[in-house]
């Protein structure tokens, strides 16, 4: 999608989303986008959800212009993004999936939370998949070590029998943890 010489691009899924859940109509792909400013004004002034009309809108355009005015949209230029704009723009994507979750999907803000943790990869630049397994690519202490792993593993937890063939012999997990008495899973 461009729009006056900028490509839009996965801003366009998010806005036909917006429009059509407030207007019932949308920008049809291959078509040009009204520009961000006439965009908010269309949606603050549509019927329905305050989310969908402002909140989630707000937060969009808050991540295009740190995007587009913060150099974080030039990754392949050899430019890194700013750790704390990086940051900024990945938690409020998330909370921005969670809350189209909530909306559509008729679920508590508390799944639609779970449900973006499990879709959300965490990224733990210290962990290396080796043949499937989890390998720690810096030395830390045992507890560190299982912490860090059920860390990347996020929602879905681990059972002791994964920790102890992801740790090796010198972390024994049931050691570090306390576990529930009635099963092994975290």
Known sequence: MVRSGRRWGRE???????QWATTGQYTPIGRTLPS?????????????????????????RLIYDVRNKRDTAHL???????LQDATLVVRNMEWVLAELVRLFHNVSPDE?????????CKEVPAIQLFDGTPRLLKELEASDHCLVLLYWRGASGATQTE??????PPCDPTLLVRWPVSTADI
């Open 112 to 120: 639609a939370h779970a449900i973006i943790v499990d879709l959300v």
């Open 36 to 60: 961000v400013d006439q965009l908010l004004r269309d949606l603050q002034n549509a019927q329905g959800n305050e989310s969908v009309r402002l909140h989630i809108p707000r937060t969009l």
């Open 76 to 82: 392949g230029d050899g430019i890194d993004p700013n």
């Open 12 to 18: 366009t899924t998010r806005v036909v989303i917006l």
């Open 163 to 168: 920790l102890r063939s992801w740790c090796g």
